[in-house]
């Protein structure tokens, strides 16, 4: 299954792009959807490449309110409705210092 292309808005600047899994607790087991996290200088968004297509989501830099680390790679996204996002990968130092650079506060 191919799942949708994400496309840059006008005026809009890629700051960083990796692997990531976007943890979502599926009837109340954590579980991890493969796909790409991308953070920009005005969203954060993660496209799935497999696992279910719900795992997807995308923010304005504006409505996080901050992130922060935890094991094993763990980032994790708080928005400013409560709402938590939790990401694990390889290359979540990259993706710490592109949320950093976006504007996004650490916790």
């Known amino acids: 299954m191919e799942m949708a292309k994400w496309n840059l808005r006008e005026n809009e ?9 976007h943890v979502v ?20 968004a993660f496209v799935p490449s497999q696992g279910r297509a719900s795992s ?3 923010h304005e830099i504006g409505e ?15 928005m ?4 938590q996002h939790k990401i694990t990968g390889m290359f979540n130092k990259k993706l710490v210092e ?4 976006a504007g996004v506060n650490r916790a």
Do not use: D
């Not at 592109?98 to 650079?101: C, G, H, Q, R, T």
């Open 13 to 21: 600047k890629l700051i960083a792009q990796a692997a990531a899994s």
């Open 25 to 44: 607790k599926f009837m109340m087991l954590p579980q991890a959807n493969p796909g790409t996290l991308y953070v920009t200088n005005l969203r954060v």
């Open 56 to 58: 997807a989501f995308e």
């Open 64 to 78: 996080i309110e901050s992130f922060s680390t935890g094991m094993a790679n763990t980032i994790n996204l708080l």
């Open 80 to 83: 400013k409705g409560g709402e």
């Open 98 to 101: 592109a949320l950093e650079s």
